[in-house]
């Protein structure tokens, strides 16, 4: 219980001290007009207040991540708090919080149009296949998880009420959500399902308190060993994403970014809403392992593959009917209203490199077909092995990500470092997890760590010597 609370108090403080630090480094000018005045279009760029930009972009990023991801990553024991901590501080929040920065001094630009800027031409044509192909995949997951459940939660005559039915509702939803003015369906509910979250996790955390069982404290992880012999590096860097960092963020902040009154709201928008995450994170992932008895074991068998098992148990249990209505906010509407969000950042990202205008429904449409048909396609994809490469897609996202922003950083002056440490771990993270993962190449551990760690380096080497010259260069 300890290291729980002082992971709280940390994230606390990290918020007031590192978020402001993060702020000065950045650079915020209030005086300075932002996109949502400048180019006002009554569909994306539309100026809405903080309270509303706050929970539409906690809501975006969050989803089920910081829920399911939190209960699977305290498999490895008491060190998933250290990374929830130290990942959301140091990483996730100063990611989100960069990404829609500098997203709004470029006029609301999509991700890959940011990257391109940075890191050149190349790398923009990787990210616009990277983040579409992220996205796409994002609608896909996010369609079959809640009509799974849906279809557990409801009656079932036929069709009516089969996951395929339910599939074809939640699409049909997707496809409104994506074409319509931002502030005419998603501004209305995210809101709702956005505090409904909140709430569900501030129940959660008075049981934590109120209800008795062990919790493994810190000075145990590194002897509490994953049930299936997974390390924790790579494997919990990956498990945990959203709650400590993850890729997929930095293709929601733009969306806020166009509708943010004033700069100085960035930080609560943008880093508060991942710190928010992190919170949420720390409750699931000490609540999980509470109501397991305090063992690894004790939680997988509980789980029994499915970690919508343990929100379930611990809602009912602990919170009795107003439990099972909120339990059913978070693990049916809360991936919902990541899979929308995630398809109408594909039509922006699209329509951004295409330089097609999105004034009209005939023009949103012509782009969103596509992307509508190929998320379709891949819904017919195994669930389990879909789910496993997202995870490592979003997770080298944020490697793109943190690079560019590194050298924004650097070519304006500011202490890249910030950046440049998580851009550097992240990378060894992500090519350690391909090279060791079942779905990767499965080799053995002592080439994966080694090939790993002279990728990271090589790779490290190539993009600071890349930004430095193109500074160099720029100022010549």
């Not at 809640?146 to 699409?171: H, N």
Request: charge should be positive; hydrophobic fraction near 55%.
């Amino acid at each position: 219980m300890i290291t729980f609370i002082v992971s709280v108090l940390a994230l606390v403080l990290g918020y007031v001290f590192y978020g402001a630090f993060v702020e000065r480094v950045f650079g915020i000018d209030a005086n300075r007009q932002t996109p949502a005045f400048s180019k006002q279009d009554g569909v994306d760029y539309i100026p809405m207040p903080l309270w509303k930009v706050f929970l539409i972009q906690f809501l975006n990023i969050a989803g089920t991540g910081p829920i399911f991801g939190a209960i699977g990553g305290i498999l490895f024991g008491p060190a998933a708090y250290l990374w929830i901590v130290l990942g959301c501080i140091f990483g996730g929040a100063v990611h989100d919080f960069m990404s829609g920065m500098i997203s709004l001094r470029k006029d609301g630009a999509s991700l890959p149009e940011i990257v391109g800027d940075e890191l050149g031409l190349g790398v923009r044509q990787v990210m616009r296949v990277f983040s579409l192909l992220l996205m796409v995949m994002v609608g896909a997951v996010f369609v079959t998880t809640p009509a799974g459940l849906l279809e557990g939660l409801t009656p079932t005559a036929g069709f009516i009420g089969s996951k395929t039915f339910w599939c074809i509702i939640i699409f049909c939803y997707y496809m409104m959500a994506t074409l319509l003015p931002i502030d005419t369906l998603i501004g209305k509910i995210y809101p709702v399902f956005g505090l409904a979250l909140l709430i569900m996790a501030a129940g959660v955390f008075i049981g934590i308190f109120s209800h008795s069982g062990p919790m493994p404290e810190i000075t145990e992880a590194f002897h509490t060993h994953h049930p299936k012999g997974l390390s924790i590096f790579p494997f919990l860097f990956i498990t945990i994403a959203c709650g400590a960092i993850s890729g997929f963020h930095a293709t929601q902040s733009p969306m806020m970014a166009r509708c943010l009154k004033n700069e100085r709201y960035g930080r609560i928008a943008f880093y508060g809403a991942m710190i928010t995450e992190g919170f949420v994170a720390l409750i699931w992932a000490a609540a999980a392992i509470k109501y397991a008895g305090g063992t690894s074991e004790g939680l997988a068998l509980k789980m029994n593959g499915n970690p919508a098992n343990i929100v379930n148990f611990i809602c009912n249990d602990w919170m009795g009917r107003i439990g099972a209505v909120l339990a059913i906010l978070g693990v049916v509407a809360a991936p919902i209203t990541s899979g929308d969000t995630a398809l109408r950042s594909a039509r922006l990202i699209t329509a951004d490199f295409l330089h097609f205008p999105q004034n009209t429904v005939p023009k949103r449409l012509a782009v969103s077909v596509p992307i509508f048909a190929i998320s379709a396609v891949l819904m017919l994809i195994d669930f389990a092995v879909l789910w496993r490469y997202f995870g490592w897609f979003n997770q080298t996202l944020s490697i793109f990500t943190l690079w560019a922003i590194t050298a924004y950083l650097y070519r304006h002056g500011r202490r890249y470092i910030i950046t440049l440490i998580p851009a550097i771990f992240m990378t060894s993270v992500c090519s350690t997890y391909i090279l060791l993962a079942p779905e990767g190449l499965s080799l053995p551990p002592v080439w994966g760590y080694s090939i790993g760690l002279v990728f990271t380096a090589v790779l490290s080497f190539i993009a600071i010597r890349y930004i430095i010259k193109t500074k160099t260069k720029n100022e010549n």
